[in-house]
């Protein structure tokens, strides 16, 4: 069983930054996907980044060119650095993992995950 914990959510204005982090604890797949995933109120969970053990990194076009997804400083941690954060980026950010796909790159596709994180919300005001 993987645990993940996420942390570095909190309220900020339209244009500024935040660091999530996530730190995955106990067992960690050899070869992995782990990714972000958000979900705004009364909306579906949709995906943000996805990385691969690698380094490969995926992104939605929406978050493209402001955030960033890497390996952390501390072991075990991955950091998703959001920049140029806008109102619609308003939603609790959920972390995930799973073992790497042969074949192709990281998906992110919720569906495709078996491990979360019970979720940090970012708020953005315009």
């Known amino acids: 069983q993987v645990g993940l914990v996420e942390s570095g959510g909190g309220s900020v204005q339209s244009g500024g930054s935040l660091n999530l982090s996530c730190v995955t604890l106990?067992?960690?797949?050899?070869?992995?996907?782990m990714a972000w995933f958000r979900q705004a109120p009364g909306k579906e969970r949709e995906g943000v980044a996805a990385?691969?053990?690698?380094?490969?990194?995926t992104y939605a076009e929406s978050v493209k060119s402001r955030f960033i997804f890497s390996q952390g400083n501390a072991k075990n941690t991955m950091s998703l650095q959001m920049n140029s954060l806008k109102a619609e980026d308003t939603a609790m950010y959920y972390c995930?993992?799973?073992?790497?796909?042969?074949?192709?790159?990281?998906?992110?596709?919720?569906?495709?995950?078996?491990?979360w994180g019970q979720g940090t919300q970012v708020t953005v005001s315009a």
């Open positions: 990385i691969d053990d690698d380094g490969r990194t």
């Open positions: 995930a993992s799973r073992p790497r796909p042969s074949g192709g790159p990281c998906r992110i596709i919720p569906g495709d995950f078996g491990d």
């Open positions: 106990g067992y960690r797949y050899p070869t992995y996907c």
